[in-house]
T-cell receptor, first 118, second 113 residues
Framework: GAVVSQHPSWVICKSGTSVKIECRSL??????MFWYRQFPKQSLMLMAT?????????EQGVEKDKFLINHASLTLSTLTVTSAHPEDSSFYIC??????????????FGPGTRLTVT | GESVGLHLPTLSVQEGDNSIINCAYS??????FIWYKQESGKGPQFIID?????DKRQGQRVTVLLNKTVKHLSLQIAATQPGDSAVYFC????????????FGPGTSLSVIP
């Protein structure tokens, strides 16, 4: 149980184009999902908190107009990287918090999406 | 966004030996701490957690120790196996929002057969 999927697992796009990444909780409902970014040999950096039916909350320094987040259902959140540039190339990981859950900090991570912008 | 550190320390351990991975956390008000394992190209996987009112917790082959006085956390892995090779992250709840999880810099564990 508690499986989170991401699609696509990897994507290559040209500079200036937009890319959408999906995060799905497969066997549970998630009112809250989180989006992280991870550069090589570095830690996960929290980008934003996505709540079903409401606007996402972005961390300081993360451009909300560049990283569009939509959480339209209890099992799906999407991250759209708009006008992507090579510096946006990274590993994007989502996590989902089950509702109801065992602990308020409980979350399950997706397998990640490798984005390469050329 | 919130994150801690840009370095990735490495630890090499002989198969069968015990591993100790250390972590210094930043927020003295953090209430919970979690250890995650991340294999190459995958998302983090939960290992074990500990609340701030505890100083030790044991799981299967793993033990987490918490020293709040010096804001130090450690993960002990008994009888380390090749499958334990991964990057290990400690995480704490966020300073600005209680339910967010903030990751530490991570330690790369390499098990020598």
């Amino acid at each position: 149980g508690a499986v989170v999927s991401q699609h696509p697992s990897w994507v290559i796009c040209k500079s200036g184009t937009s890319v959408k990444i999906e995060c799905r909780s497969l066997d549970f409902q998630a009112t809250t999902m989180f989006w992280y970014r991870q550069f090589p040999k570095q830690s996960l950096m929290l980008m934003a908190t996505s709540n079903e039916g409401s606007k996402a909350t972005y961390e300081q320094g993360v451009e909300k107009d560049k990283f569009l987040i939509n959480h339209a259902s209890l099992t799906l959140s999407t991250l759209t990287v708009t006008s992507a540039h090579p510096e946006d190339s990274s590993f994007y990981i989502c996590s989902a918090r089950p509702f109801p859950g065992l602990a308020f900090y409980e979350q399950y991570f997706g397998p990640g999406t490798r984005l390469t912008v050329t | 966004g919130e994150s801690v550190g840009l370095h990735l320390p490495t630890l090499s351990v002989q198969e069968g030996d015990n591993s100790i991975i250390n972590c210094a956390y930043s927020n003295s008000a953090s209430d919970y701490f979690i250890w995650y394992k991340q294999e190459s190209g995958k998302g983090p996987q939960f290992i074990i957690d500990i609340r701030s009112n505890m100083d030790k917790r044991q799981g299967q082959r793993v033990t987490v120790l918490l020293n709040k006085t010096v804001k130090h956390l450690s993960l002990q892995i008994a009888a380390t196996q090749p499958g334990d090779s991964a990057v290990y992250f400690c995480a704490e709840n966020g300073a600005t929002s209680y339910d967010k999880v903030i990751f530490g810099p991570g330690t790369s564990l390499s098990v020598i057969p």
